[in-house]
C-alpha cells in the first residue's frame, strides 16, 4: 500500500516537469504542535520537533509566478508536558504542498496553496514506551487523511540553495470522538537545494 502510494505521488510531480522547471531537495526542522478543544491538552501542550525530507518541482508560469509541488516525508504530532515528565504522540506522514510562489527580483519569495497528508503511522510514546495508534473510522483510532493549507516565504540564491520558512495549518479533525478535535500544525525551517536553474528569474 504505502508503495502504491508513493508511486502515485511521483506520477503526480512527473507530469509538471518541462523545459521551465526546476527539480531539487528538501530537508528541515519541523515543529509540529496540535489544535484542540481539550481543555487539558490545550493547558499541557507543547511544541514536538521533528524533521521532514523530500524533494520539490518548481514549475515557472511567468518571470514572477511558480508553481511548486513538494513531495514530503514530515513529522507531526505534540508533546504533552504533565507530572514531571514528556509524552508525545507521533505523526509520520507523506505529505504533498502544492503551492503558487511569488519572487522578487532579489529572490525572495512568498506563497501557499492547499497541502494533501496522507498519515503512515501514528504512535503514543509514555515514559520511553511505544503504543501503535491504529487508523480507522472507530473511537479511539485516527483518519489517515489530513488536509491542510501551507503557506511559506524565503530566499532562494542563484547557487541554487533555498532558506525559508513554512506554516501548514491542519484542516482536517483527525479524532473520530464526537466532540473531540484535534488538528495538526507544523512550523518548517528548510533548507533546499535545486539541481537546475532552468526556471531562474531573470
Known amino acids: 500500500m504505502k508503495k502504491t502510494i508513493f508511486l502515485a505521488c511521483l506520477f503526480v510531480l512527473s507530469l509538471q516537469l518541462t523545459a521551465q522547471t526546476r527539480i531539487g531537495f528538501k530537508t528541515g526542522l519541523a515543529l509540529a504542535s496540535v489544535s484542540t478543544n481539550d481543555a487539558d491538552l490545550k493547558s499541557e501542550k507543547a511544541m514536538l520537533p ?3 525530507i523530500g ?3 518548481d ?3 511567468s ?4 508553481l511548486q509541488t513538494q513531495l514530503l516525508y514530515l513529522q507531526k504530532g505534540t508533546a504533552i508536558e504533565h507530572e514531571g515528565h514528556k509524552d508525545k504522540v507521533r505523526f509520520g506522514s507523506l505529505d ?3 503551492q503558487l510562489l511569488y519572487h522578487t527580483k532579489n529572490g525572495i519569495f512568498i506563497g501557499g496553496g492547499p497541502n494533501f497528508g496522507y498519515n503512515l503511522s501514528a504512535k503514543s510514546i ?3 514506551e511505544t503504543e501503535d495508534i491504529s487508523f480507522g473510522k472507530d473511537a479511539g483510532e485516527v483518519k489517515r487523511v489530513d488536509l491542510g493549507l501551507n503557506v511559506q516565504a524565503g530566499i532562494s540564491l542563484k547557487s541554487g540553495v533555498v532558506i525559508g520558512v513554512s506554516v501548514l495549518r491542519g484542516l482536517t479533525n483527525l479524532q473520530n470522538i464526537s466532540g473531540f478535535e484535534w488538528r495538526n500544525n507544523v512550523v518548517g ?3 533546499a537545494y535545486f ?3 532552468a526556471s531562474k528569474k531573470k
Open 50 to 52: 521533528g524533521f521532514q
Open 59 to 61: 514549475q515557472k508560469i
Open 195 to 197: 539541481l537546475s536553474n
Open 189 to 191: 525551517i528548510n533548507l
Open 96 to 98: 504533498i504542498p502544492v
Open 55 to 57: 524533494f520539490l518541482v
Open 126 to 128: 509514555h515514559e520511553n
Open 63 to 66: 518571470d514572477k509566478i511558480t
